[in-house]
């Protein structure tokens, strides 16, 4: 069989995440309209059944990054490393560019195609960032040029676009680099994407799997119900306060065992119960989480409890409250921590620390 790691590149709003649920028929990434939604490395992780006379069996592991964009805070720069560290250990790497906005490159700015749909905003930059970034599509370039693997340029969205208006696009972006394909998709129609897995599994070495079949994911449940609670911050709430949101899991009990009657049906089904804190940097912000009355966290609890049970399978008590961190984004320790392989250290530290001693 075939195995190996795909990087995914791109801007913020590239439909990095959308195309990693896709091909993995998993909700595996948390996905919003509001660009930066990806703070960690993910890998979603794909079984490719052998096609006689096509391909051997494989397994494709996908890590999705976030998006690039210039750093204005720590937060923004331990988000640019993640992407360097995806880099350091892939096979191939694809380049997704939104198909309806415009590309800014330093040898021609490429006007969008026209498109009933609003092309995707650009992160603000703090006005006293300084970088030596022509745009963040130079930038984009300047990292695939340094690898040594096959690179696949993949163009998403084109649901949203004329065809024959994808070509002057294309004829842009493979003059600044020689791409082993391009390859043009929708996620949400599903076009696309078994040229997309077919291309990559010829691309990829020999090798054994790195991840048992059934396993879609490297991320543990906690960091997981983590973000599908900063999803729903990311829903409800407006501009300003997604960004300075952060979501550490404080108390997370598995269920009991399942009590069964006498005909040998659960007498009720399993329940979790979950405590997490949603830090922010502001008391304004604080006030907008909260709500008049409560509100506005019983929304985001009830939208987040219904993805985490479904995530799950069983019910949820979800306990939410609203910590003010100031300044938290420019933290370096704060940042670290909300990595979840951080969060894992720290744990089996603690249970190590917690464990009784046998001369006890």
Same mark, same amino acid.
């Given at each position: 069989?075939?195995?190996?790691?795909?990087?995914?590149?791109?801007?913020?709003?590239?439909? $990095?995440?959308?195309?990693?649920?896709?091909?993995?028929?998993?909700?595996?990434?948390?996905?919003?309209?509001?660009?930066?939604?990806?703070?960690?490395?993910?890998?979603?992780?794909?079984?490719?059944?052998?096609?006689?006379?096509?391909?051997?069996?494989?397994?494709?592991?996908?890590?999705?990054?976030?998006?690039?964009? $210039?750093?204005?805070?720590?937060?923004?720069?331990?988000?640019?490393?993640?992407?360097?560290?995806?880099?350091?250990?892939?096979?191939?790497?694809?380049?997704?560019?939104?198909?309806?906005?415009?590309?800014?490159?330093?040898?021609?700015?490429?006007?969008?195609?026209?498109?009933?749909?609003?092309?995707?905003?650009?992160?603000?930059?703090?006005?006293?960032?300084?970088?030596?970034?022509?745009?963040?599509?130079?930038?984009?370039?300047?990292?695939?040029?340094?690898?040594?693997?096959?690179?696949?340029?993949?163009?998403? $969205?084109?649901?949203?676009?004329?065809?024959?208006?994808?070509?002057?696009?294309?004829?842009?972006?493979?003059?600044?680099?020689?791409?082993?394909?391009?390859?043009?998709?929708?996620?949400?129609?599903?076009?696309?994407?078994?040229?997309?897995?077919?291309?990559?599994?010829?691309?990829?070495?020999?090798?054994?799997?790195?991840?048992?079949?059934?396993?879609?994911?490297?991320?543990?449940?906690?960091?997981?119900?983590?973000?599908?609670?900063?999803?729903?911050?990311?829903?409800?709430?407006?501009?300003?306060?997604?960004?300075?949101?952060?979501?550490?899991?404080?108390?997370?009990?598995?269920?009991?065992?399942?009590?069964?009657?006498?005909?040998?049906?659960?007498?009720?089904?399993?329940?979790?119960?979950?405590?997490?804190?949603?830090?922010?940097?502001?008391?304004?912000?604080?006030?907008?989480?909260?709500?008049?009355?409560?509100?506005?966290?019983?929304?985001?609890?009830?939208?987040?409890?219904?993805?985490?049970?479904?995530?799950?399978?069983?019910?949820?008590?979800?306990?939410?409250?609203?910590?003010?961190?100031?300044?938290?984004?420019?933290? $370096? /320790?704060?940042?670290? /921590?909300?990595?979840?392989?951080?969060?894992?250290?720290?744990?089996?530290?603690?249970?190590?620390?917690?464990?009784? /001693?046998?001369?006890?």
């Amino acid at each position: 069989m075939r195995s190996g790691f795909v990087a995914i590149l791109g801007r913020p709003n590239a439909g $990095k995440s959308t195309l990693l649920n896709a091909l993995t028929g998993e909700k595996v990434a948390i996905v919003s309209a509001k660009p930066q939604t990806t703070r960690n490395r993910i890998a979603g992780v794909v079984e490719v059944a052998a096609r006689k006379g096509v391909h051997p069996a494989a397994q494709i592991v996908f890590v999705d990054t976030p998006g690039v964009h $210039k750093p204005g805070s720590h937060l923004d720069r331990r988000m640019l490393q993640e992407v360097y560290e995806a880099l350091e250990t892939r096979d191939v790497v694809l380049v997704l560019m939104d198909a309806t906005r415009r590309v800014q490159l330093e040898a021609a700015a490429v006007p969008a195609p026209k498109s009933d749909a609003e092309p995707s905003s650009n992160p603000a930059t703090p006005k006293h960032e300084r970088t030596n970034w022509a745009s963040e599509d130079e930038f984009l370039f300047g990292l695939i040029r340094k690898v040594d693997c096959p690179v696949f340029l993949v163009l998403t $969205k084109i649901d949203l676009v004329g065809k024959d208006q994808l070509l002057p696009l294309i004829d842009t972006l493979t003059k600044q680099f020689s791409f082993a394909q391009v390859i043009p998709v929708s996620a949400r129609k599903r076009d696309g994407l078994d040229i997309l897995t077919r291309k990559i599994v010829e691309a990829l070495p020999t090798g054994e799997r790195y991840y048992p079949k059934d396993q879609y994911t490297d991320q543990p449940q906690r960091f997981m119900v983590a973000e599908l609670i900063r999803e729903r911050i990311l829903v409800e709430t407006g501009e300003e306060v997604p960004y300075a949101a952060a979501v550490v899991i404080e108390r997370f009990e598995e269920p009991e065992p399942v009590r069964l009657n006498k005909q040998g049906q659960p007498i009720r089904s399993p329940l979790t119960r979950i405590a997490a804190a949603i830090y922010c940097e502001r008391e304004g912000q604080k006030a907008i989480l909260i709500g008049k009355g409560g509100s506005k966290l019983k929304e985001i609890g009830t939208g987040a409890r219904r993805q985490i049970e479904s995530l799950l399978g069983t019910r949820v008590y979800l306990e939410l409250h609203v910590i003010v961190e100031p300044g938290w984004r420019e933290s $370096k /320790s704060f940042v670290e /921590s909300l990595d979840w392989r951080n969060q894992l250290e720290r744990l089996a530290g603690d249970q190590i620390t917690e464990k009784p /001693s046998d001369e006890e």
